[in-house]
């Protein structure tokens, strides 16, 4: 049983984190509840060339909630654009929470699922790729090569790529995607609430110049021994090594019964390979007593390189959207979050995705279940002889794999490019 003592001082943390998550300042909340179309400006972007999607507002083919909605991308080979607007705010001295959960129910192949914010003055009818945005984060998939996190700050009109590797999520359920950005430039990324990258915007993005440098001026001394091994001086040849031949004549080998040695000459054994031969002869390698390690020129303070304490700061944010291209829609967001507090942000996640994921979870597993069953139905196929059809068809099924193993390599250099 709890102490009095111990009852206070846990009543007393709860208190206190109840406190913190009742002054965080929420800068914009979205869960796509009624009125949402009043909060949010689809753009006209690609509408002249009959290529702008729509968005539908649902829950989805299968969700934990059918009253927790989101917006769902609807038409196939179509450019998506839409953005909302919130009080400008500058993060100066401040955490920044930029989080949103994000659902691929097509099965997505290639595409995006990522969020922007924007600074300053953006005219929202005509929101799109080219629109200049300050921070791009979330997930993007393509092919085998390309399963990650975007994190991208611009600086200057450049765009910086997180230089770490963010592995995202590729199944067709509900995840959370949070980004942290701290008033001393560090920066944590979590799926799920669950963080998997971290550390520094100095170390992990080009936004500035490296801090230090290999100094350009410094060269290898000339007696630096950098050959860890060495022959062994005390390492002889064996005599009559040399004389030992590649190959020998083939003593099972015998004389054809119509080999005639006028008309085809005289008959000599075939040649095998000589088990004895060992090679070229080479002194064996020994530890070098002179060796230094190899020689890395030192490095100097960067003549370059400005610090800049505002490195995390963008002043005048004011937007949230997403532009997207979908070959396959169906990708779907909701529970958008734009918050100084990353306690906040959890519970967040917590009350609109965790409690849900395990019903939805169901509700696909149902789905996928009736899918099958229905499969079946259409095309029976006894299992046995399937399963020998499988069996003497192995070859073709490795090829055909090898193949579209080929064919996803050709999809993934197209959208590197792009």
């Known amino acids: 049983m709890a102490t009095p003592r111990?009852?206070?001082?846990?009543?007393?943390?709860?208190?206190?984190?109840?406190?913190?998550?009742?002054?965080?300042?929420?800068?914009?909340?979205?869960?796509?509840?009624?009125?949402?179309?009043?909060?949010?400006?689809?753009?006209?972007?690609?509408?002249?060339?009959?290529?702008?999607?729509?968005?539908?507002?649902?829950?989805?083919?299968?969700?934990?909630?059918?009253?927790?909605?989101?917006?769902?991308?609807?038409?196939?080979?179509?450019?998506?654009?839409?953005?909302?607007?919130?009080?400008?705010?500058?993060?100066?001295?401040?955490?920044?929470?930029?989080?949103?959960?994000?659902?691929?129910e097509q099965k997505l192949d290639c595409g995006g699922g990522y969020m922007k914010?924007?600074?300053?003055?953006?005219?929202?009818?005509?929101?799109?790729?080219?629109?200049?945005?300050?921070?791009?984060?979330?997930?993007?998939?393509?092919?085998?090569?390309?399963?990650?996190?975007?994190?991208?700050?611009?600086?200057?009109?450049?765009?910086?790529?997180?230089k770490k590797d963010v592995p995202c999520e590729t199944d067709q359920l509900t995840h959370v995607y949070t980004l942290i950005v701290r008033p001393d430039a560090?920066?944590?990324?979590?799926?799920?609430?669950?963080?998997?990258?971290?550390?520094?915007?100095?170390t992990d993005w080009d936004i500035l110049p490296p801090k230090t440098i290999k100094d350009p001026e410094a060269k290898k001394p000339e007696d630096w021994d950098d050959k860890e091994y060495i022959p062994d001086p005390e390492d002889k040849k064996p005599?009559?090594?040399?004389?030992?031949?590649?190959?020998?004549?083939?003593?099972?080998?015998?004389?054809?019964?119509?080999?005639?040695?006028?008309?085809d000459g005289e008959w000599t054994a075939p040649t095998i390979p000589n088990?004895?031969?060992?090679?070229?002869?080479?002194?064996?390698?020994?530890?070098?007593?002179?060796y230094k390690g190899k020689w890395k020129a030192p490095m100097i303070d960067n003549p370059d390189f400005k610090d800049d304490p505002d490195i995390y700061v963008y002043p005048n944010l004011k937007y949230v959207a997403t532009e997207l291209w979908q070959v396959k829609s169906g990708t779907l967001f909701d529970n958008i979050l734009v918050c100084d507090d990353p306690e906040y942000a959890k519970k967040f996640a917590e009350e609109t995705w965790e409690k849900l994921k395990d019903a939805e979870k169901a509700a696909f597993d149902e789905l996928e279940k009736k899918r099958e069953e229905e499969e079946r139905k259409e095309d029976p196929v006894d299992s046995d002889d399937e399963k020998e059809d499988d069996a003497d068809a192995g070859t073709d099924s490795d090829a055909e794999k090898n193949a579209?193993?080929?064919?996803?390599?050709?999809?993934?250099?197209?959208?590197?490019?792009?």
Not at 121 to 132: R, Y
Not at 242 to 259: L, R, S, Y
Not at 276 to 286: R, T
Request: proline share 5%.
């Open 117 to 162: 914010l924007l600074s300053g003055k953006v005219d929202q009818k005509n929101f799109g790729g080219e629109t200049p945005y300050s921070i791009m984060f979330g997930p993007d998939i393509c092919g085998y090569s390309t399963k990650k996190v975007h994190a991208i700050f611009t600086r200057n009109g450049k765009n910086h790529l997180i």
């Open 239 to 263: 005599e009559g090594y040399d004389d030992i031949p590649k190959e020998i004549p083939d003593a099972d080998a015998k004389k054809p019964e119509d080999w005639d040695d006028e008309e």
């Open 6 to 104: 111990k009852t206070s001082l846990l009543l007393g943390l709860v208190a206190l984190s109840l406190l913190s998550i009742a002054s965080a300042e929420i800068f914009f909340e979205e869960r796509f509840d009624d009125g949402w179309e009043n909060r949010w400006v689809k753009s006209d972007w690609k509408k002249d060339e009959k290529m702008a999607g729509d968005w539908n507002h649902t829950s989805g083919k299968w969700n934990g909630d059918p009253n927790d909605k989101g917006i769902q991308t609807t038409e196939d080979y179509r450019f998506y654009a839409i953005s909302a607007e919130f009080p400008e705010f500058n993060n100066k001295d401040k955490t920044l929470v930029f989080q949103f959960s994000v659902k691929h």
């Open 186 to 202: 560090t920066y944590s990324i979590l799926i799920d609430n669950n963080e998997k990258q971290s550390g520094s915007l100095y």
């Open 275 to 290: 088990p004895e031969y060992k090679g070229p002869w080479k002194p064996k390698q020994i530890k070098n007593p002179n």
């Open 404 to 418: 579209e193993a080929d064919i996803e390599d050709v999809d993934d250099d197209a959208h590197d490019e792009l």
